[in-house]
Each structure stands twice: as C-alpha cells, then as structure tokens.
Nanobody, 130 residues
Framework: QVQLAESGGGSAQAGGSLRLSCDPS????????MAWFRQAPGKEREEVAG???????????FYHDSVKGRFTISRDKAENTMYLQMNSLKPEDTATYYC????????????????????WGQGTQVTVSS
C-alpha cells in the first residue's frame, strides 16, 4: 500500500522560507508525475507545483502563477522523495499543503487536475504571518 508523508510545515514570517518534503512509502511505489497542492480554510484545493520525470525529457516542472519565482519543486528520483522549497513567503501562502502522486504522465495542463492523482498525503500546515 502506497502512502505519502509530508513534513517540513510550520510557521514563518513574511519573506521567510520553508522547505516541505514528501516521502513515499510502499515497495510498489513508482510515479512519474507528482505535485503539491494546497487548501486554505474556506477555499478549494488548488495546485501549487508539479514535476514530471520520464522519458528522455528529464525533469519538467510546472508552477501556479502565484508561486513562480518563489517556490521550487524538485525530486530525488533515487529516493522518490519530492521537495518544495518556498522562499519569499507571503501571508496568502498560508494553507495546508498536500503532496500527490499520479499513476500516469502529466503535462502543462493536466498536472493541475486533482482527479489525475491517485495517492495523497495527509497534509502539512504552513502559516505565514505578516
């Protein structure tokens, strides 16, 4: 059984940084498409960043416009661990962050689709104060 475990959440001041990790477990886990989503109280879950590793294209990353230039998604393929480096944090980044893994490929548009992802973590809280 595949499980995803997020860590690294916490509190930060505006302008600060946090680094989230997503550590999959399960001997059968293998995913070329993983992503981070977030959900603030009273709001729908939204995409933050995605990463596709497969074929001969190496790593391809995707970002929501609101985090471009501030967040960096990466993945240690050997360990299957995924990371989200969050810099220049803003109060509006406050949310519960979830990592997700799909069973198939993803691209420029499909990475945003929540139903693409079969596996989800329990979430980690990020709170940014002004």
């Amino acid at each position: 059984q595949v499980q995803l475990a997020e860590s690294g959440g916490g509190s930060a001041q505006a302008g600060g940084s946090l680094r989230l990790s997503c550590d999959p477990s399960g001997s059968t886990f293998s995913s070329n498409c993983m992503a981070w989503f977030r959900q603030a109280p009273g709001k729908e879950r939204e995409e933050v960043a995605g990463i596709y590793t497969g074929g001969n294209r190496g790593h391809i990353t995707f970002y929501h416009d609101s985090v471009k230039g501030r967040f960096t998604i990466s993945r240690d393929k050997a360990e299957n661990t995924m990371y989200l480096q969050m810099n220049s944090l803003k109060p509006e980044d406050t949310a519960t962050y979830y990592c997700a893994a799909a069973q198939g490929a993803c691209g420029d548009f499909t990475w945003r689709i929540i139903t693409l992802y079969k596996y989800w973590g329990q979430g980690t809280q990020v709170t940014v104060s002004s």
